[in-house]
T-cell receptor
Framework: AQSVAQPEDQVNVAEGNPLTVKCTYSVSGNPYLFWYVQYPNRGLQFLLKYITGDNLVKGSYGFEAEFNKSQTSFHLKKPSALVSDSALYFCAVRGDSGTYKYIFGTGTRLKVLA | EPEVTQTPSHQVTQMGQEVILRCVPISNHLYFYWYRQILGQKVEFLVSFYNNEISEKSEIFDDQFSVERPDGSNFTLKIRSTKLEDSAMYFC?????????????FGSGTQLSVL
């Protein structure tokens, strides 16, 4: 069975500081991993993904994420947070063993303080 | 960038009534999904649809739910007899393919309120 854990309901960070939003996963087969962001009253927007290759993937708005197979993690990072990064962030996984289904984590609310 | 379009944006209905939520996926996409989100929290998988049939469904997707792609462009979710606990934001999503270039595109959602 596929699952995703986002252990923090909320992350607070000061503007200009680095941020990390954590995600761990469990999946059959190789993982396809994603981060999505949701602004109030909007749908989810794609940020970045890991399918294969380099463990460090770069995405939109200066975000990046590091795939760690041994720790089954895919943490989202940004070197310098902006107030406009404040939003709800979701990690998602799909296993490559014949499933079409993406499983989302419970979301982490990021609050960047000016 | 191309968009997934959902209508209506808000739907209020009485318990026991049928509702149909509509989605227009991106035109050349092949994989279609419905998800729901309750109170801005967890995003729950309902159903995936490919090649004109359901490919997977969750436990939530019981006999009260159905999906259709009636005309090759629209993708609908029907709830036959709504319950209070069906109140949620329902998101449609689509993807052109699965594999190295896969990416889900989401609509802006339909907020369903069951009274």
């Amino acid at each position: 069975a596929q699952s995703v854990a986002q252990p923090e309901d909320q992350v607070n960070v000061a503007e200009g500081n680095p941020l990390t939003v954590k995600c761990t996963y469990s999946v059959s087969g190789n993982p396809y991993l994603f981060w999505y962001v949701q602004y109030p009253n909007r749908g989810l927007q794609f940020l970045l993904k890991y399918i294969t290759g380099d463990n460090l993937v770069k995405g939109s708005y200066g975000f990046e994420a590091e795939f760690n197979k041994s720790q089954t993690s895919f943490h989202l990072k940004k070197p310098s947070a902006l107030v406009s990064d404040s939003a709800l962030y979701f990690c998602a996984v799909r296993g490559d063993s014949g499933t079409y289904k993406y499983i989302f984590g419970t979301g982490t609310r990021l609050k960047v303080l000016a | 960038e191309p968009e997934v379009t959902q209508t209506p944006s808000h739907q209020v209905t009485q318990m026991g009534q049928e509702v149909i939520l509509r989605c227009v996926p991106i035109s050349n996409h092949l994989y279609f999904y419905w998800y729901r989100q309750i109170l801005g929290q967890k995003v729950e998988f309902l159903v995936s649809f490919y090649n004109n049939e359901i490919s997977e469904k969750s436990e939530i997707f019981d006999d009260q739910f159905s999906v259709e792609r009636p005309d090759g462009s629209n993708f609908t979710l029907k709830i036959r007899s709504t319950k209070l606990e069906d109140s949620a934001m329902y998101f449609c999503a689509s993807s052109i393919r699965l594999g190295p270039n896969e990416k889900l595109f989401f609509g802006s959602g339909t907020q369903l309120s069951v009274l």
